[in-house]
């Protein structure tokens, strides 16, 4: 670990091992010398050795075997999980006893976390980098709620987590008190609208089998959240002698591919076409993804909308045409959707004014073709799925796995003819993408040396540190206008991870550590646009970094408020012609301002600002970089413009 820029002579671990030993020391005389001094209390007997190590006499333990727990462990084991994330419980405490003694605390590590949405959200930020889940606990039905809006968030971004939840079934061994609250009779009931599969296993091979089975489910597209339950008896009790009990096998899942006759038909559709677009959403799974995206539209010289739920296609790709997708997508003949989650947004403009209103953008006689995975498991009740789009040919399948059919089908039928009037229809796009970059660049600039720091400089001076590195941006872009994809050089998949879901507040800063600690055994540098309002709802999750010295840079977009809700009361002040001097109350964070360096450092973070003069940034960004680097984790405040 780097050494603290406050206590240049102190390692910070040494340090903390020194203040404890120097705590214990401070305790331990007092005591002993007011039990010489001091008259004990009547009938209050002082504690003793005896009575503080002895085994109460009404407590059983197991001193031969094993416990279901410990079986349940090696079931998890068998799945490859290489942490799990909680905040500590009693219902689930046979299973953290023997993950950290049975298991050894490896494959899965335990992870502390101070709330259950920071667990599950660096679940689904690690599995956007490493491709398989991290597995999480939850305390009954008090540590489920907390953990909903990070499922949500999930569920809404096809990620799969995969959640053990703790819980007492059976009356006459629940304790009495507070364990009735926190237990529930169907506790799966509270986030089965968004999860794909949740049980509640009646034995330790009921258990092994859904254990793998939830597995298989939440790795089978659309990938999906899943939910098991672990009854406290079933961990606690010891596994007789004589069960038999085994683990199945866990298959490797073949992801589902077009139909052939589909895919034929949605080729002879674009070759043919005249402006054809493809348009990518959550659809880029691997690095394969990208690559067989910009092969497809190589192969035709049309252009691509990546509309960042993943990084689909490298910016700097001359056939990549995002910043121009309204103008394109109305000229479109042909429109390919892959894994799209709101394809009717994208085909027509919406106005939200006070008689809301929409009107199609693609032009009379456009076909329109959806490839993705999200028709094969659908649920009613939350409208995630968005507004039905009007599509001539839907083919439900995974479009990654669906790809290299159809770039084959796409060169087969392409001619001599064709080549040529896509040569030139490819010359354009790269004449149009150079323009755009040229314009962001002037756009950049405007307002360079103001304080607040514009989002621009901000993310041009964060590129200048970190472009040299092989570094991970983990945190998603709306709120910077996107200037990262505008300017940035994106190519590696892990470049971007997307956005977060469902959107909801609290997502970024635990998904960016989540995703921080896949990217540490790949060296990566993974650093984190954080916006102020996100992180105070999860700003625990600063302390799970710095405990499990997790390498990652917060760099914080610190508007002081809450920008969007801001604007929104703006657009109600101006409709109701009121004015906008008063928008502020209840949307800004002021009044106190809030120093989240301070913050930060007094979770174990090393922290420098808040920067509010923009000649200050890029020293203050190396700094912090150094500290990344050598293995700990650091946050950089500051304090900028609106968006």
Known sequence: MSKRDDVPDLNRRNFFKGATLAGAAALSAPLEAGAQNAAPRPGVPLPNRVAETAVPAALEVLTEGRSGSDFMVDCLKSLGLEYIAANPASSFRGLHESLINYGGNVGPEFLT?????????????????????LGMLAHGTVGLQHATMALYNAWCDRVPVYMIVGNVRDVQMRRPGVEWNHTAQDVGVIVRDYVKWDDYPASLQHFAESAVRAYKFAMTPPTLPV????????????????????????????????????????????????????????????AAGAKHLVELAEALQCPIID???????????????????????????????????????????????????????????????????????MKSNFQDFQRFADIDLAIAADAEATMPALIDEVRRRVNGEQKAAYEARGKKLTASHRADFERARVDAT??????????????????????????????????????????????????????????????????????????????????????????????????????????????????????????????????????????????????????????????????????????????????????????????????????
């Open 113 to 133: 976390c101070s709330h259950e949405e920071i667990s599950v959200a660096m679940g689904h930020g690690y599995f956007k980098i490493e491709g398989k889940p």
């Open 446 to 643: 405007y307002g360079w040396d103001a304080s607040p720091i514009t989002t621009a400089r901000l993310c041009m001076e964060v590129w200048a540190q970190i472009r040299g590195e092989d570094w991970s941006l983990v945190s998603p872009t709306a709120s910077v206008s996107y200037w990262p994809q505008r300017l940035w050089t994106m190519e590696k998949p892990y470049h971007f991870l997307g956005d977060g879901g469902g959107m909801g507040i609290g997502y970024c800063a635990s998904a960016a550590t989540g995703a921080a600690l896949a990217n540490r055994k790949h060296g990566r540098l993974s650093v984190s646009l954080q916006n102020d309002g996100d992180l105070l709802m999860t700003i625990g999750v600063l302390w799970t970094a710095a405990h499990h010295n997790i390498p990652i840079l917060h760099v914080m977009h610190n508007n002081r408020g809450y920008h969007q809700e801001l604007m929104h009361v703006q657009r109600m002040a101006n409709r109701h012609m009121r004015g906008i001097d008063r928008p502020h109350i209840g949307t800004t964070l002021r009044d106190p301002f809030i120093d989240y360096a301070k913050i930060a450092q007094g979770m174990g973070v090393q922290a420098i600002g808040p920067i509010t003069d923009p000649k200050d940034l890029a020293p203050a960004l190396k700094r912090a970089i150094a500290i990344v680097k050598s293995g700990e984790p650091a946050l950089v405040d500051v304090v900028t413009q609106g968006r």
């Open 307 to 377: 509309t960042s739920g993943r990084l689909n296609c490298p910016t700097r790709h001359p056939l990549n045409q995002s910043t121009r997708a309204r103008s394109h997508i109305a000229q479109a003949d042909v429109i390919l959707g892959l894994e799209m989650s709101d394809f009717w947004a994208l085909l027509n403009s919406y106005r939200d004014q006070l008689h809301r209103s929409s009107r199609p953008i693609v032009k009379a006689g456009a076909r329109t073709i959806s490839l993705g995975s999200g028709d094969l498991y």
């Open 227 to 286: 939910l098991l339950v672990a009854d406290a008896e079933l961990q606690e009790d010891p596994v007789p002698e004589d069960l038999k009990l085994r683990i199945p096998k866990l298959p490797q899942v073949a992801y589902p591919q077009g139909d052939p006759a589909a895919v034929a038909e949605t080729a002879r559709l674009l070759v043919n076409a005249e402006n054809p677009v493809l348009i990518a959403d959550r659809y880029a799974r691997t």
